[in-house]
């Protein structure tokens, strides 16, 4: 197992699992979260998905699980393929294992000399290299700024375009010493953490594709079904709230004609679920999760 599961007990609880009941992991990975649903499931079966090819070195022996190496995105359409339904819960953990991060080949981390790749799916074409070589500059702005928010953007953009201009971007170590000089040292390891994130994300299309999965987790849940995410950074947390909230991912409140707020779902934390201290001693890369889980109504 290459993924130590974060809020293992408080998510797989806020599932309420029927034990009969039909459920999806949409991030499998190293299988923790997986585990822990079958422990808890009779005869009920699980539809886990990940579309990274290592993770299926995890898939345990049990008759019960069904395996999908595929992005979450296509959740309905397996789902619907398998003949079920409708689901009991889905369950979904946004991180980057630490498999990824402590991979230096797959370019994941700034800490480690490797090709700029950042692909969750290798099969897939699309590389962090490509983006930062070939993106308009307009566009790269809208990366750093959306998916990393990050205030200086545009000095990034520039540094960004002054060196390709001169020799390809192709690995780790190229980016990092570029962008060497804009900022202090002491914020060097946050600045960094957001540049790679903003990219990874744009590589896998991640916010793109946990909107598809928001919106088909809404249609393929029973009536009282539990969702529960585990979000990592702001991008994402504001997407998931603002889905669980509103229903839709601008967080606009949309009332019926006589006023009242007209909501698909009810939160079951108020107050957004963090790993608590004993966890995050075991687990610092714990340190920003955090959950929230919601039935639909």
Do not use: C
Not at 72 to 101: P, T
Not at 121 to 148: C, D, H, M, W
Not at 215 to 236: D, F, N, P, W
Not at 238 to 265: A, C, H, L, S
């Amino acid at each position: 197992m290459f993924h130590q599961a974060v809020l293992l007990k408080e998510s797989i609880g806020g599932l309420n699992i029927n034990p009969g009941g039909i459920y999806v992991d949409a991030t499998f990975g190293g299988g923790g979260h997986s585990k822990r649903i079958l422990e808890e499931l009779g005869r009920g079966w699980l539809v886990a998905f990940d579309q990274d090819l290592a993770a299926q070195a995890n898939i345990m022996e049990d008759e019960r699980l069904i395996f999908i190496p595929h992005n979450f995105r296509y959740m309905k359409n397996f789902v619907k393929y398998l003949g079920f339904q409708k689901l009991d819960g889905i369950l979904a953990d946004l991180g980057v294992s630490s498999h990824h991060l402590d991979s230096p080949e797959r370019g994941f981390s700034f800490r480690y000399e490797a090709p700029l790749d950042m692909r969750m799916n290798q099969k897939s074409t699309l590389t962090a290299a490509e983006v930062l070589n070939t993106y308009t500059p307009s566009r790269l702005l809208e990366i750093f700024r959306q998916y990393g928010e990050l205030k200086k953007a545009r000095f990034i953009v520039e540094a960004i375009i002054q060196e390709r201009a001169k020799s390809n971007i192709e690995h780790t170590g190229d980016l990092v010493e570029l962008l060497s000089g804009l900022t202090p040292v002491k914020q060097r390891n946050k600045f960094l953490a957001r540049i790679f994130q903003a990219l990874r994300i744009e590589v896998n299309g991640e916010v793109e594709s946990l909107k598809y999965f928001l919106t088909q987790s809404k249609e393929m849940l029973k009536k009282g079904g539990r969702l529960a995410v585990i979000s990592y950074h702001s991008v994402e947390d504001r997407t998931v709230k603002n889905y669980i909230k509103t229903g839709n991912f601008e967080g606009r409140v949309e009332k019926d004609f006589y006023g009242q707020m007209q909501v698909p779902w009810q939160m079951i934390n108020k107050k957004v679920i963090t790993p608590g201290a004993e966890e995050l001693r075991g687990n610092n890369r714990a340190r920003s999760a955090k959950l929230r889980i919601a039935e639909k109504l």
